[in-house]
């Protein structure tokens, strides 16, 4: 049997890697190794017809156009397609694609269609291409994602494979604001499935590696609150109690209060007083970001947190609040799943060329989390493209991963079907 190695918790997706693996390439598909270098040219003439539509999560226009452009190809790869309106944010569609097969397994494969860019950054950020690198706005996070599934479903149509009982689809648009209105058609889609797939980015192009997740993080939003006394900042400042002074010293104090609770991290990200500049301040909120990486850490964060404010005050009269709420479930890896990334890990080896990691568990926050509530499915990580620089001026695809991962995932789906997971 082929063994998994596992290596420690990094940060997704700035990584800080620990150890190597060196896996003997085992014996490849051959048919489905030339069909998956074959797509190779199309699915990077997909990725830049779908980094082309401009799709920031608050763009209406763009992931309407996003969503008929999918709609579009779904239908031609042989999905009964249905939209789900989302009742949150701009109210764009899901969209989702099934069909039925002569197979056993209900698997689920998504990606997401919205970007952190806003409209009109591709005039200061086009599309290029250097050497095995696309660059562009949300060319790996998440479209590369959705250029992969795509033609691995092109693959496997032409391979006429159909071993599985419902194939389905899934491409939100609003993964990047926490899928406030997608979450719960993600949660219940996967209750009923047996294997879940998520397609965020896939390795890091810069190091030549890449990677199946086994869990991600819990994201969570910290809020601290003072609430002090107004009065003229002029005239009168001695009068007031002033909130943004209690809050500084609060938040000096709690600065390292997650260093002591295993499996919670905390960094205070935001300021708001909003108050006239000439008025000594009566309220101040500060928010944080918050990852959960331990069952039950937030509790215990935040109890630490509360201990640290009533320990020490600066400003006489002031009070000072603090809650945490998990905006964003969190996944660990069940045992299916476990024996799915075991069974990816030697599937990539047959690809060759690049070194695997199978990681446990990364502080980054994805969809993944909501389809791993139920607790039935397989649920797994990771199975876009290679790039880097997500978010920024700078974001890539590595070109030469495109058909790197769509044989990944080609072959695995034909293993699962075949009741083949390690």
Request: proline share 3%; charged share 20%.
């Amino acid at each position: 049997m082929f063994r998994i190695r596992l290596i420690g918790v990094f940060v997704f997706v700035a990584i800080g890697l620990s150890g190597s693996l060196s896996v003997e390439a085992a014996e490849k598909d051959e048919a489905v190794f030339a069909a998956a270098t074959g797509e190779g040219p199309a699915a990077l003439e997909t990725l830049k017809t779908l980094v082309a539509i401009e799709s920031g999560s608050g763009d209406a226009i763009g992931l309407a156009e996003m969503a008929d452009a999918l709609d579009e190809r779904l239908h031609a790869l042989g999905f009964a397609v249905e939209r789900h309106t989302s009742t949150a944010g701009v109210g764009a569609s899901t969209v989702v694609g099934t069909k039925s097969g002569n197979g056993t397994q209900n698997v689920i494969l998504m990606a997401h269609m919205d970007t952190v860019f806003e409209r009109s950054t591709l005039e200061t950020m086009p599309i290029r291409q250097e050497g095995n690198r696309l660059y562009g706005p949300g060319v790996v996070d998440d479209k590369g994602g959705i250029a992969v599934i795509l033609h691995t479903m092109k693959v496997l149509n032409d391979l006429g494979w159909s071993d599985y009982a419902s194939l389905t689809i899934l491409f939100n648009p609003d993964e990047e604001t926490g899928s406030a209105g997608s979450s719960a058609l993600i949660t219940n889609l996967a209750s009923g499935a047996d294997t879940v797939l998520s397609f965020e980015i896939g390795g890091d192009g810069r190091r030549g590696m890449a990677w199946v997740l086994m869990g991600t993080a819990a994201y969570a939003s910290v809020r601290l609150e003072v609430a002090g006394a107004a009065s003229h900042a002029g005239s009168a400042p001695k009068l007031g109690k002033n909130a943004v002074l209690e809050l500084a010293h609060q938040l000096l104090q709690t600065k390292e209060v997650d260093k002591t609770i295993p499996g919670a991290q905390l960094n205070w990200t935001n300021v708001i007083s909003d108050k006239a500049f000439n008025q000594i301040p009566d309220k101040a909120i500060a928010i944080g970001d918050a990852r959960i990486t331990v069952e039950g850490a937030e509790n215990d964060l935040l109890a630490a947190l509360k201990a640290k404010l009533a320990s020490s005050q600066l400003i006489p009269g002031t009070t000072s609040s603090v809650s945490v709420e998990i905006l964003r479930p969190g996944f660990e890896a069940n045992e299916k799943a476990r024996a799915v990334a075991a069974l990816t890990q030697e599937i990539d080896s047959e690809f060759g060329g690049r070194a695997f990691y199978v990681v446990p568990m990364v502080k980054g926050a994805t969809d993944a989390g909501y389809a791993a509530v139920s607790g039935n499915a397989a649920v797994l990580e990771g199975f876009g493209p290679s790039g880097a620089n997500l978010h920024s001026k700078d974001e890539y695809v590595e070109i030469n991963s495109l058909p790197a991962s769509i044989y990944q995932v080609a072959r695995l789906l034909m293993e699962l079907g075949n009741g083949n997971s390690k």
